[in-house]
């Protein structure tokens, strides 16, 4: 019972507390706003770049073999 409580009130807190993008959070100032979507954006075109060459790596070594 009181893990299911606990449960409730994580899940309302995280309901009012928690956005899906910094530009929708009415309590970050803007520099904060702009240093994590920078940062977020930079992590994302770092991702994509090792995929990228990852895949290219998997169609290197299939052509040789």
Known sequence: MCSGVIGVIWAILWFFLVYNTPAQHPRIS????????????????????????????????????
């Not at 520099?31 to 075109?45: A, F, G, N």
């Not at 990228?52 to 040789?64: G, Q, Y």
């Open 30 to 65: 803007t520099e904060e706003r702009d240093y994590i979507e920078k940062v977020l954006v930079k992590k994302t075109e770092q991702k994509v770049c090792r995929h990228v060459i990852h895949e290219l790596l998997k169609i290197r070594l299939k052509c040789l073999s």
